[in-house]
């Protein structure tokens, strides 16, 4: 975290200044429900408290002049003081030797546009290999944590081109982050959901808010990056990966490309797991594919000590002899806890009989790390509840991509789960709490499948073909219609 000193002037909309300089994520997208953006009045008079800050501030934030920066308003000159993430984090994969000795090279730059973070891959076109990867935080953070909110703000009028340059705004930081050779770049991929998708190109996202799910297209889109703001030369070609369906949008395509899909051979599962869960099954040479609401809970929003993964968040969960350890990203003093965590809690309070097979958590709250005086971790009924709402969810989704194949669970051959979170993924616990089947089947993490599908469609002609194989072979099975979902998701709700 940075903490900076920041000075809105009298009259202004605080909510709008901060989104505008890219100060502050608003998660819930400025509602005032989700408390996390929260900071300190330093001078000025910020109106009295709303009712959303009555009932989120403890009474020492309230004496602290802590506020909710969504609720305040500028009555005079205001000084604030903002705890802002750092934009850009460590790429989480290391950086290759000799990726700055990229002089003469055509390089190509493949993006997965995530509705959090941003990841690129900077590669040598001429050998395939890449050179960099970096991941930054996604500026359009500020218009809300999920893709609803966002969408929800570009039906005001200019909101789809603000949302347009937020998102460009991100992707320039990242490719400066790569290299300082931009005018290198000869082709760009992008890999996201239908919706970021949509954003990259500044078209509208109306009727992929709303059942049934519309996107304005589908096939991949072939632009000047340059004209959309890429500090790239003109004509320089981006190419977007091929929506699948109007919720399963070219993330999924990339990922199903990068782990081979049609090879894996018939009952491979992938999962994605973010706000929403995308599942996809194999099956007699078609990939059902289905979009389940998973809610945030897994990225660390939705929860009451909810935080992305980074300094300060627990990131794991663990028992020793009755007692429970925890290991906090940057080995800080613990601020909150992260997705993959959280289902690591959950296992553990089950395995000490703290929650109880229908969810139900002994005591108000269950601290992990510290205590009430000293601001500590904790654990409260309704992120318990919120938990088993992702984990079923997530697993009704399956039955129900199974069960449109026509084939059983016992056919699943193999479970893939793309994103980050799928590292750091606990097996053993994902089981536990029911989140993933208790198969004798490899579960195997396979990272950010998204981005390595795009940059398979930039270096390779035949992988884009082979996209086009995976989009002609897709199957939508809508979950709101199918009984065995909503059988399932009932069923699911409780713990095994
Ligand atoms: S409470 Fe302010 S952004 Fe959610």
Redesign the pocket.
């Known amino acids: 975290m940075e903490e900076r000193k920041i000075r809105c002037p009298k009259g202004a909309d605080v909510k709008e200044f901060l989104r505008e300089n890219s100060l502050l994520f ?12 929260r900071g300190r009045v330093l001078k000025g008079d910020a109106g009295k408290l709303t009712k ?1 800050e009555e009932t ?1 501030l403890t009474e020492k934030e309230k004496a602290e002049n802590v506020r ?4 305040i308003r500028a009555v005079t000159d205001l000084e604030l003081s903002v705890e802002r993430e750092k934009p850009v984090f460590v790429s989480e994969y290391p950086e290759q030797k000799g990726s700055c000795g990229c002089q003469e090279k055509r390089l190509g730059l493949a993006l997965d546009m995530g509705t959090t973070t941003l990841a690129g891959l900077l590669v040598d076109l001429e050998t395939g290999r890449a050179l960099a990867e970096k991941t930054v935080w996604n500026p359009q953070g500020c218009y809300g944590a999920d893709i609803i909110s966002r969408m929800q703000y570009c039906l005001q009028p200019g909101g789809t081109e603000r949302m347009q340059e937020k998102l460009i705004e991100g992707l320039r930081e990242l490719l400066g982050c790569l290299t300082g050779q931009a005018e290198e770049i000869a082709r760009i991929t992008a890999a996201g959901n239908s919706a970021m998708t949509h954003f990259l190109l500044g078209r509208k996202t109306d009727t992929l808010a709303y059942a049934p799910f519309q996107p304005e297209f589908f096939d991949s889109q072939n632009v000047d990056a340059e004209k959309l703001g890429f500090p790239v030369p003109k004509g320089t070609e981006l190419l977007t990966l091929p929506l699948l369906q109007g919720q399963i949008g070219g993330d999924i395509t990339g990922a199903l490309l990068s782990v081979d899909i049609f090879e894996k051979g018939e009952g491979t599962l992938l999962f994605d797991l973010g706000t929403n869960g995308e599942i996809a099954f194999y099956w007699k040479g078609k990939i059902y594919v289905c979009s389940t609401a998973a809610g945030p809970a897994l990225e660390g929003a939705g929860i009451s000590c909810g935080m992305r993964a980074q300094a300060g968040a627990i990131e794991s969960v663990w028992l020793t002899g009755g007692n429970i350890f925890t290991k906090v990203i940057g080995n800080r003093k613990a601020e909150g806890i992260c997705g993959s965590a959280l289902i690591d809690a959950v296992s553990v309070l089950l395995d000490l009989g703290k929650i109880h097979p229908d969810g139900y958590l002994e005591g108000d709250r269950f601290f992990l790390s510290g205590t009430e005086e000293s601001g500590g971790v904790f654990l409260t009924q309704e992120d318990i509840r919120q938990y088993q709402l992702v984990k079923a969810a997530i697993r009704a989704g399956m039955e129900a991509v199974v069960h449109a194949a026509d084939a059983e669970q016992k056919d699943i051959s193999g479970i893939y789960i793309a994103g980050a979170f799928g590292n750091s993924l606990r097996k053993r616990n994902a089981v536990r709490t029911g989140l993933l089947p208790d198969l004798s089947v490899e579960i195997t993490a396979v990272g950010n499948a998204s981005l390595k599908g795009a940059a398979l469609v930039l270096v390779s002609e035949n992988a884009r073909k082979y996209v086009k194989k995976i989009q002609d072979s897709a199957v939508l099975v809508p979950l709101a219609e199918a009984e065995e979902f909503k059988e399932a998701y009932i069923r699911e709700m409780g713990f095994p």
């Open positions: 608003f998660d819930c997208g400025g509602r005032g429900t989700c408390g996390k953006c959303e989120l909710l920066f969504c609720q």
